[in-house]
């Protein structure tokens, strides 16, 4: 698991966004409301991470809408959900350390 | 409207795309060099350029996905694709974080590396038979000549551009031991093999000089280059 963090910050979002199924154009909404519009995710870049996060298996295909267009919905695996958690163990440490940063200043 | 322009640099084609939209211009068809441009508001269009993976077919969940985002796919070229979308939707990008930008520049990179092989392997051959008589195909030798130059120029600027975008995302870019061999020096030693199959054939005399000039050339660029590395 250690080689595949820290995550880059829009894989770190997709998966965030994907733990409930959604579809891409969702995700990008659902990345640039979290992050109060810091973010926006262009459309090659998310479909270029989508692809790849889903030969890792980090995600997978919820559903397709036949009938229409081929649109799909997505949503992140158990294998996704252990990456996610261990970079955030990174995340916490970090956030943890980053606090010592205020405190020694008076002693 | 129709424009011939013969174009290999992606970046600077989306950039001519993007003005010629902002004078009313909305290109929506490419054939061969050939685009075709209709009337439109001045500025309604944003045009983005992508490279697919597959040869001459837009897969159909990357339509969906790419219409799903406000986004119209205005012709398919080999692996090309031409986007628009209506400036008023918001801002058209597509690559927004320095990994996809290198992923992307990459993949554009390496198909030119391909391409650039085989046309040199097809210059090869034209070179031989312009040599061995058919006069005719030293035109063909010069246009796959320019191709071929233009292209290495190509993989030479791509190059540059993922070595700033890893530099950018922290990476130490590798300095003397990740030093890219320039392609000029294949091609000068490729063409100096040919000069050599035709010493002795007093005919070609002239010929093999001015391809042996060529190598030369070729080569001392290649070393220049090489020793030089990618920083420009």
């Not at chain 1, 995550?7 to 995700?27: D, S, W």
């Not at chain 2, 084609?13 to 050939?34: H, P, S, V």
């Not at chain 2, 996905?65 to 398919?76: K, L, P, S, Y």
């Not at chain 2, 070595?163 to 030093?179: D, F, H, P, T």
């Amino acid at each position: 698991m250690d080689k595949n963090i820290p995550l880059t910050e829009v894989v770190f979002y997709i998966l965030l966004a994907l733990r409930n199924p959604n579809h891409g154009y969702g995700i990008i909404q659902e990345v640039e409301h979290l992050t109060e519009g810091r973010v926006v995710l262009g459309a090659g870049t998310l479909y270029g991470a989508i692809q790849t996060l889903e030969k890792k298996g980090w995600i997978r295909i919820y559903s397709v809408d036949t009938e229409s267009r081929k649109k799909k919905e997505y949503i992140i695996t158990e294998t996704g959900k252990e990456v996610f958690y261990s970079e955030m163990a990174r995340l916490v440490e970090l956030l943890t350390n980053a606090k010592l940063m205020g405190e020694d200043k008076n002693d | 409207m129709i424009k011939f322009s013969l174009r290999f640099d992606k970046d600077t084609e989306t950039k001519w795309l993007n003005e010629m939209a902002d004078q009313g211009y909305a290109m929506t068809g490419f054939f061969a060099g050939f685009y075709t441009f209709e009337k439109c508001e001045p500025g309604e269009y944003s045009y983005q350029i992508d490279m697919i993976e597959q040869f001459g077919q837009v897969p159909a969940d990357y339509k969906a996905f790419m219409e799903d985002t406000g986004a119209e796919i205005v012709q398919n070229w080999g692996i090309w694709v031409y986007l628009r979308k209506r400036r008023s939707e918001g801002e058209f990008q597509l690559y927004t974080d320095v990994e996809s930008m290198i992923e992307h520049y990459t993949k554009i990179r390496n198909v030119f590396k391909v391409v650039t092989a085989m046309e040199l392997v097809i210059l090869i051959v034209e070179l031989f038979g312009a040599m061995l008589g058919s006069p005719v195909l030293w035109i063909f030798v010069f246009l796959i000549g320019a191709v071929v130059l233009a292209f290495m120029n190509q993989v030479v600027k791509l190059n540059g551009i993922i070595a700033e975008l890893k530099e950018r995302r922290g990476e130490a870019v590798q300095g003397s031991n990740g030093r890219n061999v320039s392609a000029f020096l294949p091609v000068g030693l490729l063409f100096n093999s040919c000069a050599l199959t035709m010493t002795g054939n007093s005919e070609l005399e002239l010929v093999r000089i001015i391809i042996t000039i060529l190598a030369i050339s070729f080569m001392l660029l290649g070393i220049v280059q090489t020793v030089k590395g990618k920083k420009s």
